[in-house]
């Protein structure tokens, strides 16, 4: 593994379903985060983990839900997946230091579509 | 809140230059630029913290003024390898995540 990976690549699901993407970094990095990009809309964040042990809410945190159990990992569920939450999903790192949250380092992104 | 980016859309000539801008209503701390081909994940450019510096990477620079709030992107003589959707990622104080812009897509032509 290098850099930050994510898996599925792409994923169709009917709604109602379960879905977790998973989020796999081997750079040691403190900080992970969870985004959605929609057309027009940009990146807006879903939850974040400032360090293992610990998330947070984002700006779009409704249907879904994250764990940081190691420093590796940040899996994303959606519990009863949507049509709305067809979106692409961007896992990124990075690391803190004094001056705050530093060079973020994004994944090749899942692009899920929910019918 | 989500800071303001202009202009939307840009189109460039091979070795012209542009200006993108984000502006935010709240107090920065940081302003990041990140930019993203087609089909791509976001790359890394710059951070600016606080305290009106500019940094330089290549032909590209930027500026972050405390007083506006405001941050810009600098892209002098520009490449075709500069096509691609910028955005800025601001953040405040004490944290450390950051609230992105919707972007700015700039096409540069042969």
């Known amino acids: 593994i290098a850099g930050i990976t994510q898996a599925p690549t792409s994923q169709i699901l009917a709604a109602g379903r379960r879905m977790t993407l998973r989020c796999t970094q081997d750079?040691?990095?403190?900080?992970m985060y969870w985004y959605r990009q929609d057309l027009g809309l940009g990146l807006r964040l879903i939850h974040y983990s400032n360090t293992a042990g610990t998330t947070g809410k984002g700006e779009v945190p409704d249907g879904y839900s994250v764990s940081r159990a190691n420093t590796d990992d940040f899996p994303l569920t959606l519990a009863s997946a949507v049509p709305s939450q067809t979106s692409v999903y961007f896992c990124a790192s990075s690391d803190q230091g004094l001056a705050g949250v530093g060079e973020q380092f994004f994944g090749p992104g899942t692009r899920l579509t929910v019918l | 809140q989500q800071p303001v980016q202009s202009p939307q859309a840009v189109i460039l000539r091979e070795g012209e230059d542009a200006v993108i801008n984000c502006s935010s209503s709240k107090a920065l701390y940081s302003v990041h630029w990140y930019r993203q081909k087609h089909g791509e994940a976001p790359v890394f450019l710059m951070i600016?913290?606080?305290?009106?510096e500019q940094k330089g990477h290549d032909k590209i620079s930027a500026s972050f003024n405390e007083k506006k709030q405001q941050s810009s992107l600098y892209l002098t003589a520009s490449q075709l390898s500069y096509s691609g959707t910028y955005f800025c990622?601001?953040?405040?104080?004490?944290?450390?995540?950051?609230?992105f812009g919707k972007g700015t897509k700039l096409s540069v032509i042969p």
């Open positions: 600016l913290l606080k305290g009106g």
């Open positions: 990622g601001t953040s405040k104080a004490g944290s450390y995540q950051l609230t």
């Open positions: 750079m040691r990095h403190n900080a």
